[in-house]
């Protein structure tokens, strides 16, 4: 059974309505890659492996597995997931050409490390190739090695960029399909699908840096996140790093009514569109109820 070259999948040629269809015997892609590829279409996509399946695939595989996420989905849900996995392991953060200029990297990953208690963190981009000699020189020290994680965290990227290949990346979600060994200069490669349980909304994906707004809210007013609402009783300051898709904006409303204390110097993270940075203690109202609050990652800490 040939497999497609961009996703993964075992190509059939007789049900257009099931995946790794394609009318051509010769195909090396699945009709569904030959199209995102080709016309940025996506087919929609209804056989996607459960996150349970895909990390009991990963830990029969007992290979040294990178786990990548972007910052602005990095939270518990997606640190849980990370500490279930029984390989050796490194976490990647991917996608730093989007992270604001003026954050210092060493900060971020000694905050990260503190934060989630993770031991191992790199960084990584594909735009300009950030992190890269890192990732390979442990690519040839494990010689079978695993990439997983969300998915849209940019793991076929990394692969293709690294290692010269040709998988299917795209802006949809669940790009890759199934798992997908590949070698490399006798390096055992997988490619792995993403994991997509965690995400309540559609996730976002940032084509630009991601641009820290420093705002200042007024007790009359209530901030409004797409459709997620926080105010105050009193003036309160925050630095908002949200995807540049996430419509934010103020207004006169009426005020959300649960309470949440943010210690000063915490980020309250909203899974899948970012977080809000408070350098001092706030008492918010608001209508969020699925939320994180963390020690921040992106401030100093003494
Ligand atoms: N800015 C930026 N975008 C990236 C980077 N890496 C990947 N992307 C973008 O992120 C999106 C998802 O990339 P993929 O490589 O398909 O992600 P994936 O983790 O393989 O996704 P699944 O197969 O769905 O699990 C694409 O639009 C990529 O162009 C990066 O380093 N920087
Ligand atoms: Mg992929």
Redesign the pocket.
């Known amino acids: 059974m040939s497999k497609c070259i961009g996703?993964g999948v075992t190509l059939q040629y007789d049900d257009k309505t099931k995946k790794g269809y394609t009318p051509k015997k010769d195909a090396k892609y699945c009709l569904r890659c030959f199209k995102l590829l080709n016309y940025h279409e996506n087919i929609q996509n209804k056989n996607v492996i459960s996150d349970d399946d895909i990390l009991n695939k990963i830990n029969k595989k007992n290979v040294f597995t990178f786990f990548?996420t972007?910052m602005l989905n990095l939270n518990e849900k997606v640190i849980n997931i990370y500490n279930k996995i029984t390989n050796n392991k490194v976490l990647v953060l991917?996608?730093?050409?989007?992270l604001p200029g003026n954050l210092k990297y060493a900060i971020l990953v000694d905050n990260i490390k503190k934060v989630y208690h993770v031991k191992d963190v790199l960084l990584?981009?594909?735009?300009n190739g950030f992190g890269k000699s890192e990732i390979l020189n442990l690519c040839a020290k494990e010689k079978k090695i695993l990439?997983c994680?969300?998915?849209?965290?940019?793991?076929?990227?990394?692969?293709?960029?690294l290692f010269n290949k040709q998988?299917?990346?795209?802006?949809?979600?669940?790009?890759?399909?199934d798992f997908m060994p590949l070698t490399y200069n006798g390096i055992k490669i997988y490619?792995?699908?993403?994991?997509?349980e965690m995400y309540s909304v559609k996730e976002l994906?940032?084509?630009k840096k991601v641009n820290p707004k420093v705002l200042t809210l007024d007790k009359n007013y209530t901030l409004f996140i797409n459709d997620l609402c926080l105010s105050s009783d009193e003036q309160v300051s925050m630095t908002l790093y949200f995807h540049n898709e996430v419509k934010i904006k103020t207004k006169k409303d009426i005020k959300p009514q649960l309470e949440i204390t943010i210690p000063a110097k915490s980020d309250l993270v909203l899974p899948s569109l970012g977080f809000i940075y408070f350098k001092d203690k706030a008492l918010i109202k608001s209508n969020i109820d699925n939320f994180e609050i963390r020690e921040s990652v992106v401030s100093y800490h003494e």
């Open positions: 996703c990548l972007d991917t996608k730093v050409d989007i990584f981009s594909k735009e990439f994680g969300p998915t849209s965290s940019g793991k076929s990227s990394l692969i293709n960029y998988l299917t990346v795209s802006e949809y979600q669940n790009t890759t399909m490619d792995v699908p993403g994991f997509n994906i940032n084509k």
